[in-house]
Each structure stands twice: as C-alpha cells, then as structure tokens.
C-alpha cells in the first residue's frame, strides 16, 4: 500500500513552500525562514491518501530518519486498523463471533476507547461500526448502489452492539455482523503517533498533512504559528478562507471529498446511523482540537449531528475546540459559516468569496 512518489529534497534550506497538488483538504499558505534548523518537505502515499510534510530539522536530526519515524508511524496504524486489508487486526476482530473477548493492540484499543466516547456522548453520530452501512452504499466498490430496506434494516440491527471490558480492555461484540470501520478517526490517530515521535527526535516546528488530517507543529518560518487553508466544499479544488494554527490538529470532513453517484445524486462517504443514509446537514465540519484523534473523531461526528445538534453537543461536551461549520443554503451562494468565537481574527475569508459566504459567531 504505502508508495513514495514525489518529492524528497534532503536537508535543503528551501525558502517558499510548495505542497503538492492532490487530495489534501487544507494546506499551508506562509512560508521564510530564520532558525538553526534544515527544512525538508516530502509527499507519499498511505492509507488510501498522500501524506506531506514540511519539517524544520534540527541540525543532528537527517530527513531520512524524520521521514521514516512519520512513514512507519502511518504504516502502523494502517497495518493495524485498515478496513481495505483482510489481514488487519480490525478486519479479524469484524470477523470474530459473539460472545467472545478479543485482545486488542494498543493502537486499537486507544481507537475503540475513544470511538466509544465519542459514540456514547454523540447518542450513536459517531459510529465505528458503519461498515455494513458504508459496503450497502457502494462504497468498498466504488460503485454506488441503492440499498434496498431490508438490507438497511439489517445492518441498522447490527450496529453499535459491541462493548469494551476488563482492564486493559477487551473487545466482545455482541452480534457477529457487528463490523467496524474506523476511517473516520484513525488517520487522527497516525498523525498523533508521528508528532509525539517527531518531538522526541527534537522537532519543534513543522506541519503535517495526512489526507486532509493536519497537525501545525510550532509555526512556520518567521511566524509563531502556521496559516492554513479550508477548503471550499463547493468546489474542492479551491479554499475558501485561512485559520491560524499552532500546537493542534486541524482535521475537516465534508461529503464532496468521497461519494457515490446513484442515479444523478451524489451520495457522501459519512452515514447518519440514525437512518442508515449519508448524513446531509452540512457542506463541511472543520475542527481544530490539541490532538488530531479528537479533532477527526469530532469532524465526523459534527458532520453527522448537522448544525442544530453539533451547536449543542459541543457546549455540553468540548467547550474548547475550535470550529468551522459550513451550513447550506437554500441555493448556492447563500450559505453560511459558522465559527466558535475563538476564531474570531484568525478565521478569515479568502479574496473574492466575501460575497459568496458569510461568516457568523454564534455567541
Ligand atoms: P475523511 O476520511 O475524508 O478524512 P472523515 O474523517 O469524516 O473523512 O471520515 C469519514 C469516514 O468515516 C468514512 O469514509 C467511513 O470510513 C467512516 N464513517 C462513516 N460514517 C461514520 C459515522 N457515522 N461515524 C464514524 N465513522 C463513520
Ligand atoms: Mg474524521
């Protein structure tokens, strides 16, 4: 799975930046230079998406070892918790009968245990189990399809039935087509693994792009923070504003960037378990929170509960993460942004999408 495709310039002193092109939702905007340190961009291909890196080196830290310590980190968790491969301990475990206590990894118990929370306190948006779901839309195919009731009904059955138990916790699913798909948090998680690991080695500054899951690492060159772009879910292939970043993760979901087309309609990759359809409230959910696991975990979870709900939801449980909500409206041009009030003065619009969006500070 994992293939190196562009890009390593060893231990340049590079001024301007350029990430490549690709399927990132966000990427950095700034750049300069001031330190004692050596910085070095890299791009490559993991979990199913591209990976890229700008890393201020200190001087006795070479490129090949800070890029190995972030490839091995995302081969990890990929090994561990892919649904895509057969052999992964998450696909074993959506194989285990019921009753049963399965052993867990520590990458994979870290990911049920926050999954879990992020379940219970979400009143079942955020799911790990949307498997079925997901496979009944078509999208371990590729190929859309719409599910018929029956098969919705059955998989809406089958969902959530699974607990963790014991300490260390074991896993028991209750049902054995209980199966999970932890694509909505783990690339969060390999980010973590890689910052906590790059700073071991002695990196103070750098960003990193897992597939639109970034962590701003200190600031960029000449800056005490990073600026990076939102992608706009109109059209992806533009931002739309900028947010300034440091010591946290920034992660977005949004429908445009998987889907299904069935029948003319374009079907998004995140599935309301409420109903067992893709979740349909929002254009996008970014989150900014001090770990990129949380602020996956919460971007999904925002996107499912739609823009009512996510309000609330994150007074009663995560008062201080930052948030862009990007709420439809009736037509096109007249959506709305919604922002935490802490963004207010680092959340801005991008040139000529003024008159497109308007950004509002809900109190
Ligand atoms: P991306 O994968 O584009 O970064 P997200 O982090 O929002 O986007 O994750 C979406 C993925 O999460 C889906 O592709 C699927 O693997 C999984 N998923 C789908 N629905 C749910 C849900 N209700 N709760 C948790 N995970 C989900
Ligand atoms: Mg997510």
């Known amino acids: ?61 070479p490129a090949e070892k800070a890029i190995g310590i972030v490839e091995d980190s995302f081969a990890e968790v990929n090994t561990a918790l892919s649904t895509w491969s057969p052999d992964s301990e998450i696909s074993r475990l959506s194989r285990a009968a019921a009753d049963s206590a399965v052993n867990l990894s520590p990458l994979l118990r870290t990911c049920l245990t926050r999954s879990l929370k992020l379940h219970e306190q979400s009143g079942g948006a955020f799911d790990p189990t949307a498997e079925r779901l997901m496979r009944l839309w078509g999208f371990y195919r590729r190929k859309g399809v719409l599910p018929s009731t029956t098969a919705l009904d059955s998989a809406l059955a089958d969902l959530g039935k699974w607990r963790l138990e014991g300490n260390p916790a074991l896993v028991v699913k209750e049902k054995p087509g209980t199966h999970f798909d932890l694509g909505g948090i783990a690339k969060g998680l390999a980010v973590d693994l890689a910052v906590a690991r790059l700073r071991k080695a002695g990196v103070k500054d750098g960003l990193l792009d897992l597939g639109g899951n970034l962590y701003c690492l200190g600031g960029a060159p000449d800056r005490e923070d990073w600026r990076v772009g939102i992608r706009n879910p109109r059209n992806r292939d533009e931002l739309f504003a900028t947010v300034t970043i440091s010591e946290a993760s920034v992660a977005t979901s949004g429908s445009y960037e998987r889907f299904v087309t069935i029948d003319g309609h374009r079907y998004g990759h995140i599935m309301n378990p409420a109903t067992g359809r893709p979740a349909e409230g929002l254009l996008s959910a970014s989150v900014i929170a001090h770990e990129g696991i949380l602020a996956d975990g919460l971007s999904t979870t925002l996107f499912v509960l739609g823009p009512d709900a996510a309000w609330d939801f994150l007074d009663a449980y995560y008062p201080d993460v930052e948030v862009v909500l ?21 959340l801005k619009l991008l040139p000529g999408f003024e008159d497109q969006y308007q950004i509002i500070f809900p109190d």
Not at 6 to 27: H, Y
Not at 326 to 346: F, H, K
């Open 326 to 346: 990007v709420v439809p409206g009736i037509n096109e041009g007249m959506d709305t942004v919604r922002a935490t009030p802490g963004l207010r003065g680092r």
């Open 1 to 61: 799975m994992k293939k190196q495709t562009t890009d390593f310039r060893p231990a340049s002193k590079s001024v301007g930046f350029v990430l490549l092109a690709g399927s990132f939702l966000l990427f950095l905007i700034l750049s300069g230079c001031g330190q004692e340190t050596e910085e070095c961009q890299f791009s490559f291909e993991t979990m199913g998406t591209v990976a890229s890196l700008r890393l201020m080196l200190p001087t006795d830290l």
